[in-house]
Structure formats: structure tokens, C-alpha cells
């Protein structure tokens, strides 16, 4: 299992140029736990696509076709308090926003408060490097 962060779940919606790495990652281990709040920021990222013009409305729908797919097989981590106070904690002594600290923290809940056991998968450099400093195993992308 992997977590994947909404960063890099995005190129697996819409053609980018990180999808077919982050394509083929997946592919070797479809294992996937993400933050509940991951299918809205995925949606965000179509609709901002669509919005700018880099997706016309029928690849913005094929995209988020993709996402829901994508959304039943995936580990769902729910927003419990522990999360939470995860997150304020992270907040602190990492430069993240509030989104991030969040996803952050609920892959160091996923990975039972041992970051070593669990892979981190995300194209966000500063939410990366608090990965890495959390002791996450984050594999180039």
C-alpha cells in the first residue's frame, strides 16, 4: 500500500507530464490509501483545468469519470480527531498549508505512527520534504 497524495492522484485523471510515471507506480501496486478530502481537491484540480482551458467539458468529465473510479477502490482515511491534532502538530514545525498538514497527517495514521512502513506518494516539493522529514519513504516521481 501507498498513499497518494491529491498531487499526484491528478495525473492519473488527466494527461501530464508526470502521468506516465505516476501511471506505471500505480500499476505496480494499485494499493492506494488517501485523505477523505482527496476527491474534492481532485476535483478542484479538473475543474481549475477546465476553467484555464486546458481541458475541454468532455475530457473534464472523463476525468472525473476517472476520479470516481478511482475513489471506489481507494482506502478511504476518514477525518478523526487524531488526525487532527496530527495536523496542528505538523503545522508547526513543518511550512505546509492547513490541506497539506491534513494529508500529511492522515498517511502517518494509515502507516500506524511508523512513516518508515509506508510509501508517500506526491509531487508537492514542500509537502515532500515534511514527508521525508517525518521519515516517510518518498519515491522520485
Known amino acids: 500500500m501507498k498513499f497518494w497524495d491529491s498531487s499526484a492522484l491528478v495525473p492519473l485523471l488527466v494527461q501530464e ?6 501511471a506505471t507506480l500505480y500499476r505496480r501496486d494499485a494499493d492506494v490509501a488517501a485523505w ?22 468532455e475530457g473534464a468529465e472523463r476525468a472525473l469519470s476517472r476520479l470516481e473510479a478511482l475513489q471506489r477502490t481507494w482506502q478511504e482515511v476518514q477525518p478523526v480527531a487524531e488526525i487532527k491534532m496530527t495536523a496542528r502538530r ?11 498538514a491534513l494529508q500529511l497527517a492522515a498517511a502517518f495514521v494509515v502507516s500506524e505512527r511508523q512513516p518508515s512502513t509506508l510509501e508517500f506518494v506526491c509531487l ?4 515532500n520534504d515534511a514527508a521525508r522529514r517525518e521519515g516517510f519513504v518518498t519515491p522520485s516521481v
Open 17 to 22: 507530464s508526470r502521468t506516465r510515471t505516476l
Open 36 to 57: 477523505w478530502g482527496s476527491e474534492v481537491e481532485c476535483s478542484s484540480a479538473v475543474g481549475r483545468l477546465e476553467r484555464a482551458g486546458a481541458l475541454d467539458a
Open 90 to 100: 505538523f503545522l508547526r514545525v513543518h511550512p505546509l498549508r492547513a490541506a497539506d
Open 124 to 127: 508537492d516539493v514542500r509537502l
